[in-house]
């Protein structure tokens, strides 16, 4: 089993920054890729950002291209989401995923975290 643990959200002014963080454990951690997603209210989960976690290679949603950067750290099986000038609209639950069983599904989510940006 593995476990994926979000954290970093909160609350900060149309302009900030803020970073969020998660951090798989379980079984011997090896995924094809992890994601970010994020849910706002009366809104559909949306896919933020993916990283594909042994070449690296990133992909970003129109919406945060240019704002925010995904990363991981493979050593401590830790992934990031940087977000820079955050906007009223960045406002929602964000969710970190894995692909672990394959490369094409998120199989595994974390619990999220709450990213609330003030006008």
């Known amino acids: 089993q593995v476990q994926l643990v979000e954290s970093g959200g909160g609350l900060v002014q149309a302009g900030g920054s803020l970073r969020l963080s998660c951090a798989a454990s379980?079984?011997?951690?090896?995924?094809?890729?992890m994601g970010w997603f994020r849910q706002a209210p009366g809104k559909e989960r949306e896919f933020v950002a993916s990283i594909v976690w042994s070449g690296g290679n990133t992909y970003y949603a129109n919406s945060v291209k240019g704002r925010f950067t995904i990363s991981r750290d493979n050593a401590k099986n830790t992934m990031y989401l940087q977000m820079n000038s955050l906007k009223p609209e960045d406002t929602a639950v964000y969710y970190c995923?894995?692909?672990?069983?394959?490369?094409?599904?998120?199989?595994?989510w974390g619990q999220g975290t709450q990213v609330t940006v003030s006008s």
């Open positions: 379980g079984r011997t951690f090896s995924a094809y890729r």
């Open positions: 995923a894995a692909a672990i069983d394959g490369p094409l599904a998120y199989d595994y």
